[in-house]
């Protein structure tokens, strides 16, 4: 199994959907997010949370991913939904 790691999402003000951070921003796609070991990811949550006012996303939080095959996939069902839609 891959190693779990850590990144940040949280939702774009300006439309809601879920952005992830990468290392200059924020993208839409989950597979540009920086991924980054347990010991970084409090530094990585607090540089988004810092973000310079106005704020272009609300509310940013970690989750758990694991990166196969050059796929970032996240850890939790809820987080795979956020990432890649609604299930069928």
């Known amino acids: 199994m891959?190693?779990?790691?850590?990144?940040?999402?949280?939702?774009?003000?300006?439309?809601?959907?879920?952005?992830y951070r990468t290392s200059d921003g924020w993208s839409p796609a989950i597979a540009d997010a920086r991924l980054v070991p347990e010991a970084e990811s409090k530094a990585l949550l607090a540089a988004a949370e810092d973000e310079p006012k106005p704020q272009t996303v609300?509310?940013?939080?970690?989750?758990?991913?694991?990166e196969d095959?050059?796929?970032?996939?996240?850890?939790?069902l809820r987080e795979r939904i956020r990432a890649t839609g609604p299930t069928i």
């Open 58 to 66: 609300v509310t940013p939080y970690l989750i758990e991913a694991v």
């Open 69 to 76: 095959g050059g796929t970032v996939r996240p850890v939790t």
């Open 2 to 19: 891959a190693e779990v790691r850590h990144l940040v999402t949280a939702n774009r003000l300006r439309d809601g959907i879920p952005v």
